[in-house]
Nanobody, 126 residues
């Protein structure tokens, strides 16, 4: 079993920055890929970014590429999402997720992930 706890959300003006954190516990953190997803009111959950076990490979949604940076610190069992140049359309609940698949690289599909955090709200005002 894995527990994932997000933090760092809040209210920020357009153009501002936030850094989300996801603290993991329960299993060896470096054994699984990690991802971030988000869900805005009335919309489906969408992929944001993913990072592989070592942190050497990343994947981003086109909508956040160049503005968001995903990273991880395996010694601290923590994943991060640095969000810069935030836009009102980035407003959503952000979820971190863990992918335990032993095969392949990072994935952008929610069904590939085995564990999810409870989410943290990010609100960007215009």
């Amino acid at each position: 079993q894995v527990q994932l706890v997000e933090s760092g959300g809040g209210l920020v003006q357009a153009g501002g920055s936030l850094r989300l954190s996801c603290a993991a516990s329960g299993r060896t953190f470096s054994n699984y890929h990690m991802g971030w997803f988000r869900q805005a009111p009335g919309k489906e959950r969408e992929f944001v970014a993913a990072i592989n076990r070592s942190g050497g490979s990343t994947l981003y949604a086109e909508s956040v590429k160049g503005r968001f940076t995903i990273s991880r610190d395996n010694a601290k069992n923590t994943e991060y999402l640095q969000m810069n140049s935030l836009k009102p359309e980035d407003t959503a609940v952000y979820y971190c997720a863990a992918d335990f698949s032993p095969f392949g690289g990072v994935r952008d599909k929610g069904y590939a992930y085995d564990y999810w955090g409870q989410g943290t709200q990010v609100t960007v005002s215009s």
